[in-house]
């Protein structure tokens, strides 16, 4: 089971998620005279992509419901946020689940700009990659790829973020929800489904991933 890290790679973190767009933008802006040639066009086109975003921009809510009207059209990338945007809801979820300011648009430009997207966005987010999301602000982890390891850590009013198969069918895609414990037998899951208007409880961890197959788990913890 392995415990929070970070990256070996540079990465960019949005620290002040709650700041106006002006202010994001100048985080990056101010980091760019220390990138190459090739990070700084791929930064250029984030910060289009977070303007965008920054006009829809969602700061209060827990996200349901990805192909919801309000969510959908958010750039994920060079993609959006009803075909791919799973992975930045669970982590913008997450932030909100553990009492900590977010932003879905600045989380969606941090992913870009520290390529955690699989294919632009097109494929979604790596699995892995969101640890170093998690570390970056303040949130110590323990993650796994054994369902059995991930049950060893439910704690009443633990945070999980899954990562797992739709079903054994690679083809048939994946899925990023944020899990709410609220007891042994009531499992709070937000974003469940594309069309979800409220959390869905489960009576355990494996049923949330039914005949799905887990990528990557994680429990996480915020740093005191």
Request: aromatic share 12%; proline share 2%; glycine share 8%.
């Amino acid at each position: 089971m392995a415990k929070s890290h970070l990256s070996k790679n540079k990465y960019l973190c949005i620290f002040n998620q709650s700041g106006t767009a002006e202010a994001v933008r100048g985080q990056v802006l101010g980091a760019l005279s220390k990138w190459n040639i090739i990070k700084k066009i791929r930064s250029k086109i984030a910060l289009k992509h977070y303007d965008f975003n920054a006009a829809r921009d969602i700061t209060r809510e827990i996200v349901n419901g990805q192909s919801n009207e309000q969510y959908a059209k958010i750039k994920v990338g060079l993609s959006n946020m009803s075909n791919s945007g799973c992975g930045v809801i669970a982590a913008y979820n997450a932030l909100k689940l553990l009492g900590k300011e977010a932003s879905l648009a600045a989380v969606a430009l941090e992913f870009e700009l520290n390529r955690m997207f699989f294919l632009f966005g097109f494929f979604g987010t790596k699995p892995k990659r969101i640890g170093d999301f998690f570390s970056k602000h303040s949130v110590d982890f323990e993650s796994t790829k054994s369902m059995d390891e991930l049950c060893q850590l439910i704690f009443p009013g633990r945070v999980f973020v899954l990562a797992f198969w739709n079903s054994g069918k690679i083809f048939d895609g994946a899925h990023f929800v944020t899990v709410k414990c609220e007891n042994h037998r009531r499992f709070v899951v937000y974003n469940a489904f594309s069309n979800s208007k409220t959390g869905k409880p489960y009576p355990s961890l494996p049923a949330v991933i039914g005949e799905g197959r887990l990528i990557r788990g994680y429990c996480l913890k915020e740093r005191k």
